[in-house]
């Protein structure tokens, strides 16, 4: 089985950088200013952002089904950067370093498997996890990885 890690697209969040920081908060959204290395994961260049790189925080529905478990959380993403292009079966090293939670679904955008494992094992893990027949996609507020 192979997969491939998406990340989001930097022309869907361009225009928060230029908002003001009320114009923000009524799109749900925060500018922030990366204080350590790791612990600011960009989602548009799956990268960490560097120390006094400025970032937005902003709510983002990840997963958009009709279901009961349609969810956003709170994403961060850089000014300026391009989207990331992983390779097929290409684990970005933002990844490798922290504690992921994977969530399988299926057609109907229920859950059908999940998982909570080492980023160094997410490679193997989302293997395993799209070999399933009935998983339709996989996502979370992360990455998203498709069978590829």
């Known amino acids: 089985m192979t ?6 697209d930097h022309r869907r969040f361009a225009k928060l950088f ?8 009524a799109n749900m959204a925060v500018r922030q ?8 994961p960009c989602r548009i260049s799956l990268e960490d952002a ?22 956003a959380h709170a994403i961060f ?9 992983p390779a ?3 684990v970005p090293e933002l990844f490798n370093n922290r504690a992921l939670s994977l969530r399988v679904f299926n057609d109907q955008a229920m859950i059908v498997a999940a998982d909570l494992i080492d980023g160094k094992d997410l490679g193997s893990a989302l293997d395993r996890l799209l070999a399933n027949p009935t998983a339709a996609k996989f996502g979370c507020y992360a990455a998203r990885a498709d069978r590829a």
């Open 33 to 40: 200013t990366a204080t350590t290395k790791p612990g600011f």
């Open 18 to 25: 230029e908002f003001s920081d009320s114009e923000l908060a």
């Open 50 to 71: 560097e120390v006094g790189e400025e970032l937005i925080l902003v709510n983002f529905e990840h997963q958009p089904g009709s279901s009961p478990y349609r969810a």
């Open 88 to 90: 097929v079966d290409e």
């Open 3 to 8: 997969f491939q890690i998406s990340a989001l």
């Open 77 to 85: 993403v850089r000014k300026g950067v391009e989207q990331a292009q």
